[in-house]
């Protein structure tokens, strides 16, 4: 293999490929101030040291990591699964960001896909997430991936934007007049 075909493989738009990875609890010094850099850089609200812990303690199989070949980090998805309100099992995509830099190449719909699958994995009825009205990019992500707008919230954000919630539909809903619940 030459170098000039080494080069193709390993390079996507003059980028150096990247790895997604599963976070891995164990490399948390190696990764969690990339992480809250990289998010609070993106993000409207400034969360603490223990709200990313709170993700990324109870779900880390459900926070993924894009890197380039130096280990660096260009792309992270934060995210979590519980029942919503003792009905579905709902997840929640609580943070995604990808460096500036390298936006445009299917890094965020990668992530997403693959939390979505993890989730899917573990029975997950919905997928909810909140992003600013003004966010045109990710609302265009995230709907072009089946997530519907489910409401409109009015100064979510500490900053005063203004949020949609979007939902992911992952199973059809359940009908409470089904003939199983009329003993048919």
Not at 34 to 59: A, C, M
Not at 129 to 154: Q, V
Request: net charge positive; hydrophobic share 40%.
């Amino acid at each position: 293999m030459t170098s000039k075909d080494r080069m193709s493989i390993d390079t996507v738009n003059d980028q150096p490929a990247l790895r997604y990875v599963r976070y891995d609890g164990s490399k948390e010094s190696q990764y969690l101030s990339s992480i809250r850099q990289l998010i609070s850089k993106d993000l409207s609200e400034p969360y603490s040291i223990y709200v990313y812990r709170y993700f990324l303690y109870q779900w880390p199989d459900l926070c993924f990591m894009a890197l380039d070949a130096k280990d660096n980090l260009n792309g992270v998805i934060v995210s979590k699964l519980e029942p919503h309100r003792g009905g579905p099992l709902r997840g929640y995509i609580a943070m995604l960001a990808v460096r500036e830099e390298f936006r445009g190449q299917g890094i965020a719909t990668k992530l997403v896909c693959m939390a979505i699958d993890a989730m899917i994995e573990r029975n997950a009825d919905e997928i909810a997430l909140e992003t600013e009205i003004t966010n045109t990019a990710a609302m265009k992500l995230y709907e072009r991936l089946g997530f519907l707008r489910s409401k409109r919230l009015h100064r979510y954000y500490l900053n005063g934007n203004t949020a949609f919630r979007l939902v992911l539909y992952l199973k059809p809903a359940i009908d409470a007049y089904s003939s199983a619940d009329m003993g048919f």
